[in-house]
């Protein structure tokens, strides 16, 4: 190819039209054919009608449902706000009960009620369904802490590219503390949209707040960090791993049990999973499991400052006054496209 600027044009449009592949593959590989897998329901009961009917509908709905039978209502009750199940079944000749917890999962709520809803019917009754954990009125679906997650990311991985292209002269380690500056400033915006704004948390904020830094402090020093290796390809790499992968395995929108087992097995320690859990389990259900997903944001921090830490004692090891002041201009023209084709999604 003859022309330099064409051949420079052309080579970044691979970045773009590789993000246009990668969301494709991963949005529409977990949330176009959402089914249900290995749901978990209990059936309300002691007797041995309760089991034949349980294992009724567990032999009609085969490997969609992990049926399983509790003594009382109570039982099934608890069962749900600590999110072992997504639905109790309390069989009755007049008044059939379903029991749903839909701040634990919207979709999951809806995708029971799909599945007890014709049993009821078949007995010629009408399903009471009673959610006993439901989100705030002001998020009545419950999804607006997935929205909340994706402008936590969006804002953070898109200072790792400002950083890489105005800090590109500045030690590594003034980056990372502007990294977690940086940080302090996003988590703060998103406590701010969670809570006076739109109203998505009615207490708790300053632990919200404190989850939301972990998570945007691990995604901005991950950044930093490789953006010493891989410099114009680091926005494409975080896309990867804090849009593609991270979005679509988060449970905001679908929880594993209606996702392929890929998306379902990234979900047990993603970071965005991590986020949206453990905010669901401060808002919503007495803190019950936030201690496990505030470690997987505080292990995602960690990995952030051992790729930073890597980066550090690369970037001692080569001596500024080795590098030409011709590379230096590229790489510096570099960092400032990459500002460019970085997208929010």
């Known amino acids: 190819m003859r022309s330099p600027a064409l051949r420079h044009v052309l080579t970044h449009l691979v970045t773009p039209l590789l993000m246009c592949i990668g969301m494709g593959l991963a949005?529409?590989?977990?949330?176009?054919?959402?089914?249900?897998?290995?749901?978990?329901?209990?059936?309300?009961?002691?007797?041995?009608?309760?089991k034949v009917f349980a294992q009724t509908v567990k032999d009609k709905a085969g490997e969609a449902l992990d049926v399983r039978t509790v003594t009382t209502r109570a039982e099934g009750v608890d069962l749900l706000k600590s999110r072992e199940i997504t639905g109790?079944?309390?069989?009755?000749?007049?008044?059939?009960?379903?029991?749903?917890?839909?701040?634990a999962s919207d979709m999951d709520a809806l995708a029971v009620e799909k599945v007890f809803t014709p049993v009821a019917a078949g007995q010629g009754v009408p399903l009471k369904v009673t959610d006993v954990a439901a989100p705030v009125d002001d998020d009545p679906t419950g999804q607006g802490l997935f929205f909340l997650l994706i402008a936590l990311s969006i804002g953070s991985y898109a200072s790792v590219a400002a950083l890489g292209a105005a800090g590109a002269g500045l030690p590594l380690r003034v980056r990372a503390l502007l990294a977690v500056g940086v940080s302090a400033v996003v988590s703060g915006i998103g406590a701010l949209l969670a809570g006076p704004v739109f109203h998505l948390?009615?207490?708790?904020?300053?632990?919200?707040?404190?989850?939301?830094?972990?998570?945007?402090?691990?995604?901005?020093?991950?950044?930093?960090?490789?953006?010493?290796?891989?410099?114009?390809?680091?926005?494409?790499?975080?896309?990867?791993?804090?849009?593609?992968?991270?979005?679509?395995?988060?449970?905001?929108?679908?929880?594993?049990?209606?996702q392929n087992g890929f998306f379902g097995t990234l979900h047990a320690f993603w970071n965005g999973a991590g986020f949206v859990e453990g905010a669901r389990s401060l808002l919503y259900f007495d803190s019950d499991g936030l201690a496990r997903n505030v470690w997987t944001l505080v292990v995602w921090l960690l990995l952030g400052v051992a790729v930073t830490a890597v980066a550090a004692a690369h970037e001692r090891g080569t001596a500024p006054e080795q590098v030409a002041p011709a590379v230096r201009e590229a790489d510096e023209e570099e960092a400032e496209e990459e500002v460019e084709e970085t997208v929010g999604v």
């Open 27 to 50: 949005y529409m590989g977990a949330f176009v054919t959402p089914e249900p897998h290995h749901l978990p329901v209990a059936v309300v009961g002691s007797g041995p009608e309760a």
């Open 201 to 258: 948390a009615h207490h708790d904020l300053a632990g919200l707040w404190g989850m939301a830094w972990l998570y945007s402090a691990g995604i901005l020093l991950i950044g930093v960090g490789l953006h010493t290796f891989l410099k114009r390809w680091t926005t494409l790499t975080m896309m990867v791993l804090f849009v593609m992968l991270n979005f679509t395995s988060s449970g905001g929108l679908y929880r594993p049990e209606l």
């Open 88 to 103: 109790a079944y309390v069989p009755s000749a007049k008044t059939p009960e379903l029991v749903i917890a839909s701040a």
